[in-house]
RNA sequence: GCGGGUGUAGCUCAGUUGGUUAGAGCGCCAGAUUGUGAUUCUGGAAGUCGCCGGUUCAAUCCCGGUCACUCGCCCCA
């Protein structure tokens, strides 16, 4: 059969799926509005300057993962590679710095243009976590707070690790960041050819590289703690301290970095090891360079982003939140359908799921309900519609009893629907 | 963007050392059972063997390309 297919990348969420992905957004919605976030949408496209100025120009991102087209106005207009760009735009549109501390939540769809493979699309869908206007760790701390209550909530905590570091502040890393060029470059010819791009571009990188001859290059590199000046060292201790103080696990992991240069402090991954080599379930770290990078006021902020598609191979089928149990109407015989469909429609209006087939004989619409996994069906015929009562059948139990038509919606109620 | 693997029914997979009608299980549809489901029994539909081209008397099978998926790299959620 030729097959319609949706375009490389993309995804038709349905059936189970869109229940894994309906469990996840309202864990989610639920943690981060008891730490009192709003949500915010905004649009999943932006002018494309609003992206490059952010991730810069020569990130992985910006140079060949972005959707970024002319539209009829001739505007250059690009698909949300990530959440906080946008957010950040939208502070500064709104002119929010006057209402900070601004903690917001978001969800949606997001765009890489890249090679798919398992855990990783080309549109896939994020939750994101932001608050920015508090320069204070405490903000680090609910936020790290903020995602460890999702995992547990999730049921996949377990399965899940916290690797934290601290890249520090400005002055701290880019001291560090020398330091590292300098050492790199003395050892340019046992630097993989990966690394050596690195060194160019994105020298921190390399400490993340998973070539075997870097790694022992990378042992002897210098560590980022030993350049972290008394503000970076205070206020990695205040996260740590906050952390334990919630009983909070993590793992100091002084090679997890970020490249992009309005991160500094905490950087932050939780990491599993059940999904391939796209392991990481949840990801984010402090940028207070990055609202005054995009032209706004000098405002820090922390945050973090989750992908759902990857948080949905984790979730066990026992947490998923289960479609109600409907209750299937059965008409028996034609000159019964009106009155079935009052009968439906009043069950509706009191709250309760219902179907009614289209068609078939009582055998077919016993099948259909049982497919369904209806909890009731009930038949309604001539005879019972005389008597104004209907017959309800309990499908666990093969049981099945005459409820009087007034009584039918409680009934259906006190057997928890 | 780079390298490897895979592609047969809705799903999971057999199979053909190139040969005439391509199979199974599950699912689906129908009947046994036109006022009672999940079990059972019987029957049925469903495939241009991913797509295009090449080699061949003959290709689902061999070769090339392409698309999709997949594993890894880059990078990232």
Redesign the pocket.
């Known amino acids: 059969?030729?097959?319609l297919?949706p375009v490389?990348?993309t995804h038709d969420i349905l059936g189970e799926m869109s229940l894994r992905f309906r469990t996840i957004f309202e864990i989610f919605r639920s943690v981060a509005e008891r730490y009192s976030h709003e949500q915010i949408d905004t649009p999943i496209f932006e002018f494309t300057e609003t992206f490059k100025k952010t991730l810069g120009d020569t990130?992985?991102?910006v140079t060949?993962e972005m959707y970024t087209f002319e539209d009829r106005g001739g505007e250059q207009v690009t698909l949300r590679p990530?959440f906080t760009a946008g957010i950040a735009r939208a502070f500064i549109s709104n002119c929010l710095q006057q209402s900070t501390p601004c903690k917001f939540y978001s969800f949606g769809p997001t765009f890489?243009y890249?090679?798919?493979?398992?855990?990783?699309?080309r549109q896939?869908h994020?939750m994101d976590i932001e608050i920015i206007g508090v320069a204070e760790a405490q903000a680090d701390i609910e936020v790290l707070a903020i995602a460890q209550d999702l995992l547990n909530e999730l049921g996949i905590a377990k399965h899940v690790t916290l690797e934290l570091n601290s890249l520090g502040d400005r002055e701290s890393r880019m001291n560090y960041r020398a330091a590292l060029v300098q050492y790199f470059s003395q050892h340019r010819d046992k630097l993989s050819k990966?690394s050596l791009t690195?060194l160019e571009k994105?020298p921190m990188?390399i400490l993340?590289?998973?070539?075997e001859g870097d790694h022992l290059l990378i042992e002897k590199a210098p560590r980022i703690s030993e350049y972290y000046n008394d503000t970076s060292k205070v206020f990695f201790s205040e996260v740590r301290e906050g952390l334990e103080g919630l009983g909070i696990d993590y793992h100091i992991k002084d090679r997890l970095v970020r490249?992009l240069d309005y991160y500094c402090h905490t950087a932050f991954?939780f990491t599993t090891d059940q999904l391939?080599?796209?392991?990481?379930?949840?990801?984010g770290g402090r940028y207070d360079g990055l609202v005054e990078m995009m032209g706004g006021p000098r405002t820090p902020g922390v945050g973090w982003?989750?992908?759902m598609?990857?948080m949905a191979e984790l979730i066990t089928y026992d947490i998923i939140k289960k479609q109600v149990r409907l209750v299937a109407i059965v008409p028996?015989?034609d000159k019964s359908h009106t009155t079935a469909m009052k009968i439906a429609h009043d069950l509706r209006k009191a709250g309760i799921v219902v179907d009614m087939a289209y068609k078939g004989?009582?055998?077919?619409r016993?099948?259909r309900a049982?497919?369904q996994n209806a909890r009731f069906?009930i038949?309604i015929?001539?005879?019972?519609i005389v008597r104004s009562v209907a017959?309800v059948?309990n499908?666990?139990k093969?049981s099945?009893e005459e409820i009087s038509l007034l009584k039918l919606v409680d009934y259906l109620k006190e057997n928890k629907l």
């Open positions: 059969m030729a097959r297919q490389r990348g990130s992985d991102v060949k990530e890489r890249e090679r798919p493979q398992k855990g990783r699309m896939f994020q990966d690195r994105n990188r993340d590289s998973k070539d490249g991954e391939g080599a796209q392991g990481t379930v949840l990801a982003a989750s992908g598609e990857r028996v015989g004989n009582v055998g077919k016993m099948k049982n497919k069906a038949l015929g001539e005879d019972e017959m059948k499908l666990d093969g099945q």
